[in-house]
């Protein structure tokens, strides 16, 4: 059973059948909700909404540890994590899903890891050279040309710390770094799932030009993001649930 992250957009209440709500506590809190076990297209999912379910926590208040700490102890065998992003690279506009393969983490201040002292639990270096697991990329890749929806098969996310947008210099200098796009939650999602041997793969998609860039270059238009993110997050559920498919085998 593969686990959901539902950011922004994605909330799963209307996506998941057969739904289930389980309030979990974790060592670090409780997750930002309740998990919904349920199914996606007729697959179990356990789903999870990662700004909780009145979207009460900011990206750089989203209680990760407990989130993929609950996801592991539900015996997620991988979890899929739905983003928005502004896009920096010029094939990164509005409307473009893409699966990344690269992430620079530019946040601040939030709680990164399972291992935190010599306590206990004592100390864990993990590699990170490739931040998302790489079969389970390759899935949502291959699930979205089976469906003959349009997808970037890389990029470099930028992890932001929000909840503000980006300014303009900052965007230049991500892009000047190799960004792709810009989002604010992948990460440490990605470093605590590889902390707990949880393969962890995200899909992302553009709502908005970063700032300053394209339609964007002077300011960015919120209305214009809702709009796209309603029209494009349905393509991405059909990506999620073609991808979580059981293969047969
Ligand atoms: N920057 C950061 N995160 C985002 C953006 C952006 O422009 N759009 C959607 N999420």
């Known amino acids: 059973m593969f686990a959901l992250i539902g950011g922004s957009g994605f909330t799963g209440n209307d996506v998941i059948e057969n739904a289930e709500e389980v309030s979990v506590e974790t060592p670090y809190g409780a997750p930002s909700a309740p998990l919904v076990f349920g199914t996606l297209g007729g697959t179990p999912v356990v789903f999870l909404r990662r700004h909780g379910v009145r979207h ?56 990164v890891s399972y291992y935190d002292d010599f306590g206990a639990a004592g100390m864990k270096h993990v590699d990170m050279t490739w931040p998302f697991d790489r079969a389970l990329s390759a899935r949502l890749i291959e699930a979205a040309e089976r469906l003959g929806t349009p997808v970037r098969k890389e990029g470099v996310y930028a992890c932001t710390q929000g909840p503000r947008l980006e300014t303009a210099a900052e965007v230049r200098r991500y892009r000047q770094d190799g960004a792709d796009m810009i989002g604010m939650t992948l990460y440490p999602e990605c470093a605590l799932a590889r902390e707990l041997d949880l393969p962890y793969a995200g899909i992302c998609v553009s709502v908005n030009h970063a700032a300053g860039m394209g339609d964007c270059r002077d300011e960015i238009d919120f209305a214009s993001l809702e709009d796209v993110l309603r029209r494009a997050v349905g393509s991405v559920v059909e990506v999620v649930k073609e991808a979580v498919k059981e293969t047969e085998s």
């Open 56 to 111: 009460e926590y900011a990206p750089h208040r989203v209680p990760s540890r407990a989130n993929l700490w609950a996801l592991k102890k539900a015996r997620a065998e991988g979890v899929i994590a739905v983003a928005t992003v502004g896009g920096c690279a010029p094939d990164m506009g509005p409307g473009r899903i893409a699966v990344p393969d690269q992430l620079i983490d530019y946040t601040w201040g939030r709680d």
